[in-house]
C-alpha cells in the first residue's frame, strides 16, 4: 500500500462547501456573490482570449500589480497575485513555517488555516475566542509572541464581526508574521484599504484579499497579497512561475478598474445584510451584526442541522457549521447566510418562516 508523508496520513483534508451543479438551488452556503461581475470583465477575457494564448502570461502580472496598487495607494511591489486568495495563504506557510514553527489562528474562524499547517507538518494552536468573538489577551498572548504565523480573518468568519486596528495589533507576534486575510474587507461600511499598513511598520503584516467575493469572480480563481516589497520578493520565490494564467490577469485586472461596480454592489448587500439580519431577530434567531456578505446565525433551542435539512428540501443551501472544542469546552454549532440577492434573501425568509412556524 503506497504510504503518503506521515503528516498527510494524519489529515481528512479540508472539505469545502456543497457546489452543485445542477440548477434551481438558492445556494447560500459558501459566500459567493450574487451579482455578476462587471461586463468590463468578460470583455478583457474574450480580448485576452484572442490575443498571445500561446505564449506564457506574465510570470509577475505587473498590469494587475499596477492596478491594486494604485487602488491601495502603494507601490506595485507590494502586490503579489495568486491563484485564488487560498494560493497565497499556501505560499504564506510554506514561505514562513517549519516543523517546529507554530502556526496560530483564532477559533471559531476559517479552517483552512489550519489544513494547511497540518500538510506542511507545522506545530499549530487555536487562539480561542470569548463568546461574544472578542479576544481574551491575557489567556493567548504568550502564544500569539511564539507564533511564526498569525492567520487573522477580518472580517472574521463564520461570525462577520470586525476587529479594530487597536486589536489587529496586538496579535503581531515579535518574531514572525501576522496575515490578515481581508476576504470581505470590502464590505464594511467603509472598504478595508490596507490602512493597518500604513499605520503599523508594516513588514510584519500581510494583507490577503480575494476577486472571488466583493468582485463576484469565484469562478475565475483570482487574489493577492499585499505586503512589504521584502516580502513580497520572498514569497515570489515559492510560488508557481506562471501560478496567475493569461484570462485571470486580464479579467482581474479589468474587475479592479471597476470600483464602481464592486461597491455599487457591495452597498446592495450591505442594504440585504440589514434586512436579513433583523428578520432573523424578529423569527426568534440570534444573529451577529455582520461587516461581511453573510450573516452567523443561532437558535436558542431549534437544531441547527434540522433547519439545514428542512431548507435542503426545499432547495435552498445554507453553510452548517460545527465547532467542537470552543472556549469552555463546548460545541458550537449554528448557521452561515450568504447575503444574496433580495429575491433570493426573501425565498430563504419565508421557507424559515415556515419551519419554524
Ligand atoms: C473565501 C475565503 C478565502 C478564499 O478566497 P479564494 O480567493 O476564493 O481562494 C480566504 N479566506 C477566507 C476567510 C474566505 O472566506
Redesign the pocket.
Known amino acids: 500500500m503506497l504510504r503518503f508523508r506521515p503528516a498527510i496520513e494524519r489529515i481528512d483534508g479540508y472539505v469545502p462547501g456543497e457546489q452543485p451543479q445542477d440548477t434551481g438551488w438558492t445556494k447560500l452556503n459558501?459566500?459567493e456573490n450574487p451579482y455578476p461581475p462587471s461586463p468590463r470583465v468578460v470583455a478583457a477575457i474574450e480580448e485576452a482570449a484572442r490575443g498571445r494564448m500561446n505564449v506564457y502570461p506574465d510570470p509577475l502580472g505587473r498590469k494587475f500589480c499596477q492596478a491594486a496598487a494604485s487602488l491601495f495607494g502603494l507601490d506595485p511591489d507590494w502586490i503579489l497575485p495568486?491563484n485564488?486568495?487560498?494560493?497565497n495563504?499556501t505560499i504564506i506557510v510554506r514561505s514562513f513555517a517549519d516543523a517546529d514553527d507554530l502556526v496560530t489562528f483564532p477559533y471559531p474562524?476559517?479552517i483552512?488555516y489550519e489544513t494547511l499547517a497540518d500538510i506542511q507538518g507545522a506545530r499549530h494552536e487555536r487562539l480561542l475566542l470569548n463568546d461574544d468573538w472578542s479576544w481574551d489577551f491575557d489567556r493567548i498572548r504568550s502564544t500569539v509572541e511564539q507564533s511564526r504565523i498569525v492567520f487573522v480573518?477580518n472580517p472574521?468568519?463564520p461570525s462577520g464581526n470586525s476587529w479594530s486596528h487597536d486589536t489587529i495589533a496586538q496579535l503581531v507576534p515579535p518574531n514572525g508574521v501576522l496575515v490578515l486575510?481581508e476576504?470581505?474587507g470590502d464590505f464594511p461600511d467603509e472598504p478595508h484599504r490596507a490602512q493597518i499598513l500604513q499605520r503599523e511598520s508594516g513588514s510584519r503584516i500581510i494583507i490577503?484579499r480575494?476577486?472571488?467575493?466583493s468582485y463576484s469572480l469565484?469562478g475565475l480563481?483570482?487574489?493577492f497579497a499585499i505586503a512589504h516589497p521584502d516580502v513580497i520578493t520572498g514569497m515570489r520565490k515559492v510560488k508557481d512561475s506562471y501560478n496567475c494564467d493569461t484570462l485571470a490577469l486580464a479579467a482581474a485586472t479589468a474587475a479592479i478598474e471597476d470600483q464602481d461596480w464592486m461597491l455599487a454592489n457591495a452597498a446592495k448587500i450591505r442594504t440585504t445584510r440589514a434586512r436579513l439580519t433583523s428578520e432573523l431577530r424578529s423569527l426568534g434567531f440570534n444573529a451577529v451584526d455582520s461587516d461581511a456578505n453573510f450573516v452567523w446565525t443561532t437558535h436558542p433551542d431549534r437544531s441547527h442541522r434540522e433547519l439545514y435539512e428542512a431548507l435542503k428540501t426545499r432547495k435552498i443551501l445554507v453553510r452548517l457549521m460545527t465547532f467542537p472544542g470552543v472556549l469552555g469546552g463546548g460545541t458550537l454549532d449554528g448557521l452561515r447566510i450568504t447575503v444574496g440577492t433580495d429575491a433570493e434573501t426573501d425565498r430563504f425568509l419565508e421557507a424559515l418562516r415556515e419551519i419554524v412556524a
Open positions: 459558501t459566500n495568486a485564488g486568495s487560498d494560493e495563504l474562524s476559517y483552512l480573518p472574521n468568519s486575510d476576504a470581505y490577503t480575494t476577486l472571488s467575493k469565484a480563481r483570482f487574489g
